[in-house]
């Protein structure tokens, strides 16, 4: 199972276009995060997943996206304690945000407004993709809130629960990094 799982690693990791130089390999940063991700590519179960976290390491090396090593820790802990399941559900909720933009992303009540109309649409998809029981979408938005990829509004007194939640900047940056992933499965 290691082994097929450092094969899928390296395979996707070869794809990049980042040649890995002696330099780049002395380089102490860089074993830093090559050693970082691997541990978490070995604790990985789907393959899935583990291309992510090439694609993580591989867009990284070229230093635009990610200035150091602890942000590329912190980008690596987050896709690490994402599921794969959790991934998908964001990434559903990121096609409706694409579908029905805003006129500035970062205005937060705009968002959450527009996220609104369309939440209950949203929130059909996933419980039918994912064959998730109604009741049990809200405790996973609430478990995914916890990697700061996802924005749930809290409830009022009066209010039974939230109608609307918006993915964050912080997961729009892990997705621009590990890039394809939102072909794959965005589009589907």
Same mark, same amino acid.
């Given at each position: %199972?290691?082994?097929?799982?450092?094969?899928?690693?390296?395979?996707?990791? !070869?794809?990049?276009?980042?040649?890995?130089?002696?330099? &780049?390999?002395?380089? !102490?940063?860089?074993?830093?995060?090559?050693?970082?991700?691997?541990? #978490?590519?070995? /604790?990985?179960?789907?393959?899935?997943?583990?291309?992510?976290? #090439?694609?993580?390491? /591989?867009?990284?090396?070229?230093?635009?996206?990610?200035?150091? $090593?602890?942000?590329?820790?912190?980008?690596?802990?987050?896709?690490?304690?994402?599921?794969?399941?959790?991934?998908?559900?964001? %990434?559903?909720?990121?096609?409706?945000?694409?579908?029905?933009?805003?006129?500035?992303?970062?205005? %937060?009540?705009?968002?959450?407004?527009?996220?609104?109309?369309?939440?209950?649409?949203?929130?059909?998809? &996933?419980?039918?993709?994912?064959?998730?029981?109604?009741?049990?979408?809200?405790?996973?938005?609430?478990?995914?809130?916890? $990697?700061?990829?996802?924005?749930?509004?809290?409830?009022? #007194?009066?209010?039974?629960?939230?109608?609307?939640?918006?993915?964050? !900047?912080?997961?729009?940056?892990?997705?621009?990094?590990?890039?394809?992933?939102?072909?794959?499965?965005?589009?589907?």
């Amino acid at each position: %199972m290691r082994r097929n799982r450092l094969k899928t690693f390296f395979d996707e990791l !070869s794809t990049g276009k980042i040649e890995l130089t002696e330099d &780049v390999i002395r380089n !102490s940063d860089f074993l830093h995060c090559y050693f970082s991700t691997v541990k #978490a590519v070995l /604790n990985t179960n789907r393959y899935e997943k583990i291309k992510y976290f #090439a694609r993580l390491l /591989n867009n990284t090396l070229d230093h635009s996206t990610i200035s150091n $090593t602890d942000e590329y820790e912190s980008y690596l802990k987050i896709l690490d304690d994402l599921s794969l399941h959790e991934i998908y559900i964001l %990434m559903i909720l990121r096609k409706y945000e694409l579908k029905y933009p805003i006129g500035n992303e970062e205005i %937060m009540r705009n968002r959450l407004r527009e996220n609104n109309k369309i939440w209950q649409e949203f929130s059909e998809e &996933v419980i039918d993709k994912f064959k998730i029981i109604k009741g049990e979408l809200n405790p996973i938005l609430i478990r995914i809130e916890r $990697t700061g990829c996802f924005y749930y509004p809290r409830v009022q #007194a009066n209010d039974t629960k939230p109608n609307s939640g918006m993915t964050t !900047s912080l997961f729009h940056k892990l997705i621009s990094i590990i890039e394809t992933v939102t072909k794959i499965f965005v589009t589907s």
